[in-house]
């Protein structure tokens, strides 16, 4: 579960924006809007100098595959929306902030390689509540994310979700010696940060878990834990980094969800044993660890860390409900898959007499 609620926590005044240039394809750029698809991403490439194009030419000229022809996709770099919706300037500008966060976070580079990495936003609802999922698919890195995710949550929530992805998933599998160190934790209960003064102390185990690689993206000793904290900070630095580089819309407060979505994410596979539904019925203990876990990284990064301020504030039991609740509205109230582009009609050729 990565939704928040903000009742109990003082109001944090994110950093203004300095007013940027409008988004529209001014200063020669109409032939990149065309190409684009977007006058959001002609306004960053006459920013930043970077290119875009569009999916048909990622391949030397080369068409997209057959599942990818009805879609106009949104392409930055190597990065992608295949099914984007590009009526909504909202959305757009969504798509142009995530694929540039991607394109900055230097461990997520690395990984991908400059392989198509392709989102597919995806319809889901409480029968797949689940926001998001990756595959490597050797050639391309695929992700689904699901619609209502991308439309109700904020970018720091965004990005923490695919920092989950990322790195409690494939990052994490070239870590060195990482795989004995799994095979000899399976099954071992390790202790649940926070509750180890329970009487019985509460731990987790990979034993009835639904994913083995999140109960050890949560136990703070092992490797996975280890990389998916890494990738999450990195991505945290990177939005602070949009902040000082007054990128439109980017504020404080995105670091600040970015770090919250990370600590419900662990606290919640912990507490629950990889069972959010079973962590949500114990609103108290989820508190408890998301504040120990708070704890434990913030304390580990250094004195000058410019994210270190940004930490939310202590998680009480409204919060979690809250959480909890408002993920579970955005599920169900709204969810048409806005985002989402619906494919081009199949041209059907035209009749011809005898």
Do not use: W
Not at 238 to 266: H, I, N, P, R, S
Request: charged share 25%.
């Amino acid at each position: 579960m990565h939704a928040t609620a903000r009742a109990e926590e003082p109001r944090r005044t994110p950093s203004a924006s300095a007013p940027r240039l409008e988004r529209s394809p001014r200063h020669g750029m109409l032939h990149l809007q065309n190409a684009a698809g977007n006058a959001a991403v002609a306004s960053v490439v006459a920013r930043s100098g970077l290119p875009v194009q569009r999916a048909k030419d990622e391949a030397a000229g080369k068409a997209p595959a057959a599942a990818e022809a009805d879609y106009a996709p949104f392409t930055f770099k190597n990065f992608q929306f295949v099914n984007l919706n590009h009526a909504g300037e909202k959305y757009r500008d969504k798509a142009v902030r995530l694929l540039a966060l991607l394109d900055k976070h230097a461990s997520i580079q690395k990984y991908v390689g400059g392989r198509p990495c392709r989102i597919t936003l995806q319809m889901r609802g409480m029968e797949n509540p689940t926001p998001a999922d990756i595959s490597d698919k050797g050639a391309t890195v695929e992700i689904n994310l699901a619609s209502y995710y991308f439309e109700k949550y904020d970018m720091g929530y965004i990005a923490g979700m695919l920092s989950h992805e990322f790195g409690i998933h494939p990052m994490a599998a070239g870590v060195a010696g990482i795989g004995d160190e799994e095979e000899a934790f399976t099954g071992f209960p390790m202790l649940v940060p926070g509750l180890e003064g329970k009487n019985p102390p509460r731990t987790m185990s990979t034993e009835g878990a639904k994913e083995k690689e999140h109960i050890f993206g949560a136990s703070p000793d092992r490797k996975r834990h280890q990389a998916y904290r890494d990738v999450a900070l990195e991505m945290a630095t990177a939005l602070y980094e949009q902040v000082k580089e007054q990128e439109e819309g980017a504020t404080e407060k995105d670091v600040t969800d970015l770090l919250d979505c990370f600590l419900m994410d662990v606290a919640t596979i912990a507490v629950g044993n990889d069972d959010r539904k079973a962590a949500g019925k114990e609103p108290s203990n989820v508190a408890t660890v998301y504040n120990r876990y708070k704890t434990l990284v913030r304390d580990g990064l250094a004195e000058n860390s410019p994210i270190k301020p940004l930490f939310p504030a202590n998680k009480g039991v409204l919060g979690v409900l809250g959480d909890f609740a408002t993920l579970a509205y955005r599920i169900t109230n709204g969810n048409k898959g806005d985002s989402i582009q619906q494919p081009a009609e199949p041209k059907v050729p035209a009749s011809t007499s005898a």
